[in-house]
């Protein structure tokens, strides 16, 4: 008798889901399992499909309850793992630490040699972490498409253009801010392009060059409304630009690990140490980490002012 009560509560709830067949848990209770004559079954209708294994024990699934317990066992084996590991990691601050020693003296010796950059910062981040700074442009691409994904209001573009734009002063627009931004912009976007074009030279790079960019972008949107910056840069071109960006990252420094050992023989030349042109491989990647990081900073700006990009 208990098997025809978990069989026909199984078949209601099946129903429940595939047909949409009205099903009232409380009117299956009976000893702490659901048990009760459906009073309006669908005649000549059977199950599409059969599940097997699917066992109820007092309203809970038992697969629920063994995939609590595998997740928890997995996550406790990842923790122990990651725990051991660590545990053989040199101690931080001690002075036979090769983080200490032997690291830094090779990037402040070799580290023009090897990568042609005077800004020995730049030569880490972009030659022997090269692959360090390429994931990071990847978190920072994916990052603005979850964000687009989640908060963008699916408006469209007639509704948009209908809409009266709001200006960020209030008002009919502030003259004062168009005036001050015609002079500013140039300098601003100017200014990013020699922090992300001189970053293997002097202090600067791709990130702090393209964060610039930018703000240059953000005050332009600010200054003269999102339509006109939607002339030359909208989501679309985002997407199209940082996806050439990463995609020229990667193949580039795809390219060096195949030609020598921890990617530093690359065999494209290095240049005169101070020209513009030398780093090998650095003002290339330097300008496409520019492009990835000035896009997302705008986007997010305008993600969260105006719910699309």
Known sequence: ??????????????????????????????????????????????LKHRAEGYVVLHGVPVFTRVYRIATRLICLACMCMLLLVVSHLPEFGRADNPSNNEVVERYLSKGLDETGATNIVTGVILDYRAFDTFGESVVLFLSVISVVTLLRTGEKKEDRAGKKEEPLC?????MILKQVSVIL?????????????????????????????GAGLILYANAFGYERIHRFFSFRTFTYISSGALLIYGISKGYSFFCGGNHLESGIPLGRPGAIFSGGLILILNICVGLVVAGTVYCFYSLFREGEV
């Open 1 to 46: 008798m208990d098997s025809d009560k978990y069989r026909h509560f199984y078949r209601t709830f099946v129903n429940w889901v595939e047909n949409g067949d009205p099903f009232d848990p409380e009117e299956f209770k009976e000893d702490g399992i659901y048990f009760e004559e459906s009073k309006k079954r669908r005649t000549g209708k059977r």
């Open 170 to 174: 209030g008002g009919g627009g502030d």
């Open 185 to 213: 912009i140039p300098f601003i976007l100017l200014f990013g392009i020699y922090v992300i074009l001189n970053g293997h030279l002097s202090p600067g790079g791709g990130f702090s060059g393209g964060t610039v960019i």
